[in-house]
């Protein structure tokens, strides 16, 4: 399984951008981490038959997924100074079969490579 992410960029604080993670193959859960220099991984949002997403996050970002498209996006608003980060998405198969998905990053057996995304004025 491949993962591509994409849609990083700059933003200034409040302003949104939209990742995506197209994958070579659907049957998976999909998770997006993010990790920000010097400090260790972040798991942010994950969605299987549910969605689940960091406390730090819940109500700004949105998780989605167009199965046609083999697609999971990250919808991310009101951004903030400490959303700066490196994004990436990493794939789940056990937890597709389960509809419940993880927060854990050793339970992703597939991982992309990163998007970056900088919150600054």
């Known amino acids: 399984v491949q993962l591509q992410a994409s849609g990083g960029g700059l933003v200034q604080p409040g302003g949104s951008l939209r990742l995506s993670c197209t994958a070579s193959?659907?049957?998976?859960?999909i998770g997006w981490f993010r990790q920000a220099p010097g400090k260790e991984r972040e798991w942010v949002s994950c969605i299987s038959a549910s969605t689940k997403y960091a406390d730090s996050v819940k109500g700004r970002f949105t998780i989605s997924r167009d199965n046609a498209k083999n697609t999971v996006y990250l919808q991310m608003n009101s951004l903030k100074p400490e959303d700066t980060a490196v994004y990436v998405c990493a794939a789940d198969r056990a937890a597709y079969r389960t509809g419940i998905c993880r927060t854990i990053p050793r339970f992703y057996e597939y991982w992309g490579q990163g998007t970056q995304v900088t919150v600054s004025s």
């Open positions: 193959m659907d049957y998976y859960a």
